[in-house]
């Protein structure tokens, strides 16, 4: 039999109707539409406004929207990976939530977070799963809900982020195609730079701490900025060199949407032309692990079976790495 290797066989997504534009964001920090596209590439990011709901929500919605479009009984589904950094509540596993709303009664399921880098970490986990030959079929969902932890009078802060989800089927493939490799990094130097303060074990919730305003994120952008920069970009190009591929090789970068610099210094270091690089983050912003995702969704009729893509992706912590896979179907 030849090898297993794990390929991505169908693609989900769900994002919320409110949208929030630059224009509405100009009547509520100090700053304008010119000053956050220049600096960000974001236009717009969408909200999950309504009362009880959500990061759960969304991710449901996003595997719902996978199965329907494939037609996978979600009881073959094995395991559902959450990936997440803004669970709906403490110690409660989220996606053990989101497998029984969506009727994966045979699956087990477990939360995964590594910030931003979430689901690029997911999809190393999925692969290894699948290849191990134990499992079938993964369900990996990204999904985020930035918005119950901004602070939207911060404009260091409420200008990038967004909610949304989105979800990808993991299957063991015999072509060669699907994962082929990854270079994952991860450094505690940048725990200081990128966090919430107050709600974990150091600093439990109080009435102080909510008055500090210590349950936002608080973002050191120009640091965050020069390290991702660099460690994207860096990883970006190892994973290449270390596969032997080109730049005609690579038919598609697939970056997480922090920032549009971001993502154009990491092309640029791989030699990529702009029409090889997906972005999407004038719509959404930042969505954090649902960033990957909402792209292969967005544009899942331009991806051709065989295709080279790069994934790539940098969060707090810092945690940042690269995937190499190869695209296993044609979107009929």
Not at 222 to 249: C, H, P, W
């Amino acid at each position: 039999m030849n090898k297993i290797s794990a390929a991505i066989t169908a693609v989900g997504a769900y994002v919320p109707d409110f949208v929030l534009s630059n224009a509405v964001l100009e009547t509520m920090v100090d700053t304008n539409d010119e000053w956050i596209t220049s600096r960000t590439g974001i236009k717009e990011r969408r909200m999950l406004k309504e009362e009880g709901q959500g990061t759960s929500f969304m991710a449901i919605r996003a595997a719902q929207n996978l199965i329907e479009k494939s037609g996978i009984d979600p009881k073959e589904i094995d395991l559902v990976l959450m990936a997440t950094a803004t669970p709906d509540m403490p110690v409660a596993s989220t996606g053990v939530y989101v497998a029984t709303q969506i009727g994966a009664v045979n699956a087990f399921a477990y939360d995964l977070h590594a910030a931003c880098s979430s689901f690029l970490y997911g999809i190393s986990t999925a692969s290894a799963y699948i290849e191990s030959g134990r499992y079938k079929k993964v369900l990996l969902i990204g999904s985020d809900k930035m918005s119950s932890i901004i602070d939207y009078t911060d404009r260091a802060t409420c200008i990038i982020f967004g909610d949304g989800a989105g979800a990808v089927l993991f299957e063991p493939n015999h072509e060669g195609l699907g994962f082929q490799d990854e270079f994952l990094r991860s450094d505690g130097i940048g725990r200081e730079f990128l966090k919430i303060d107050a709600g974990g074990s150091i600093l439990p919730a109080s009435e102080e701490t909510v008055k500090n305003k210590q349950h936002y994120v608080f973002q050191d952008g120009k640091t965050v900025f020069k390290y991702a920069v660099s460690g994207m970009a860096d990883v970006s190009e190892k994973i290449m060199e270390r596969n032997n591929l080109s730049k005609d090789d690579v038919n598609w970068l697939v970056a997480h949407q922090a920032n549009k610099r971001i993502i154009d210094a990491t092309a640029n270091r791989m030699g990529l032309d702009e029409e090889k690089v997906l972005v999407n983050i004038h719509r959404y912003g930042n969505t954090t692990s649902a960033t990957l995702p909402l792209l292969l969704s967005d544009f899942e009729t331009q991806l051709k079976k065989g295709d080279n893509i790069i994934f790539a992706a940098f969060g707090g912590g810092f945690t940042w790495g690269a995937v190499y896979l190869k695209w296993a179907y044609n979107k009929q």
